[in-house]
């Protein structure tokens, strides 16, 4: 594989976010993969969002309201309750309508299964494009989720069925779903999300924490490239503010290559691009497509498609 150029959740930056329109408008732009992220509903439905939950930030209900905060969580919805709900306008005056102020609203847009995903890829003709999968389980919140095991199998039962275990990678922060894809499906890489900084970090260099299965840095040299290798990953994924030369440098000497989240400045991919990363997640894939072909590296052919 050469340079992986992701749209971030179908590319959010640009319209809304894990939407058949996101994936479609990335498709007919030209990514490598689309990253994107999975929930299961009380009725073993694979639904692709961010959140675990309904976001309040995105779904509307049939009277037009925003749900009320937190959001029912997807375990304890139907799948026909689910597709009530329309996410295709951010809502108004809140910090993540501040955060993209460009995306085009797309009214009456749906949460689509990841098996409608698998149906628009197969309708634009797109026989490379990857998907980079991230399982939505907080290990702090067991309840709402179901349980890794449960998950993992769900979620691999319907990618098998689907016929794109060779286009798939599954990532997540909870390491515990990805040492069960590693045991149950030998041929989809994993891919190990890490935060370091932050009021959330997600990993610490000098024990284990409740995401990473426990798996400790202080018993790898204080080396998450090294502790990711024991794991058994095949990818590293930090945030890109985590990265340096020598930790990229590390990684590809353990034979881990390493995708960065989430960057959406120019200035930011240049600078991953010359550290050697791998690949680059962003909301913004019009903005790496750019810079990437600046930088010589060879752009995915576009393949227009409408959801």
């Known amino acids: 594989m050469g340079f992986d150029l992701e749209a971030h959740r179908g ?59 937190p959001g029912t969580p997807f375990a304890k919805l139907q799948l026909a309750e ?4 329309d996410v295709g306008q951010i809502q108004p005056d809140s910090a993540y309508a501040r955060q993209f102020p460009n995306q085009r609203a797309v009214p009456g847009t749906r949460i689509p299964t990841l098996k409608e ?3 628009l890829v197969r309708k634009s003709g797109n026989t490379n494009v990857r998907f980079n999968i991230e399982t939505k389980i907080d290990p702090n919140r067991p309840d709402e989720t179901l349980a890794p ?16 275990a060779d286009r798939v990678m599954i990532q997540s922060f909870d390491w515990r779903t990805l040492l069960l894809v ?14 370091q900084r ?36 095949a990818v590293w994924s930090p945030y890109f503010g985590d990265v340096t030369a020598p930790l990229v440098e590390e990684a590809h000497g353990l034979g881990l290559r390493v995708v960065v989240w989430t960057v959406n ?5 240049a ?34 498609v409408t959801p």
């Open 11 to 69: 590319g959010r930056a640009l319209l809304p976010e894990n939407t058949l329109p996101a994936f479609a408008n990335a498709l007919s732009m030209g990514v490598d993969t689309l990253e994107l992220d999975v929930g299961i509903t009380a009725d073993g439905e694979v639904v692709v969002s961010h959140e675990r939950s309904l976001n309040p930030d995105l779904a509307r209900d049939a009277t037009g309201a925003y749900v009320a905060p």
């Open 82 to 85: 689910v597709k009530t709900y």
């Open 117 to 119: 995903v698998f149906a």
């Open 149 to 164: 095991q449960a998950f993992v199998t769900r979620l691999l039962g319907l990618i098998e069925a689907e016929g794109f």
């Open 182 to 195: 590693q045991r149950q499906a030998l041929m989809i890489p994993t891919v190990y999300l890490t935060l």
């Open 198 to 233: 932050g009021q959330a970090p997600t990993v610490a260099l000098d024990k284990a924490t409740s995401w990473t299965a426990g798996f400790s840095p202080a018993d790898h040299a204080g080396s998450l490239p090294r502790t990711i290798k024991a794991a058994g990953g």
């Open 265 to 269: 400045k120019p200035d930011d991919m």
């Open 271 to 304: 600078r991953m691009i010359e550290l050697g990363v791998d690949g680059i997640i962003s909301d913004r894939p019009d903005l790496l497509r750019q810079v990437a072909g600046e930088k010589g590296i060879a752009l995915p052919p576009a393949t227009p």
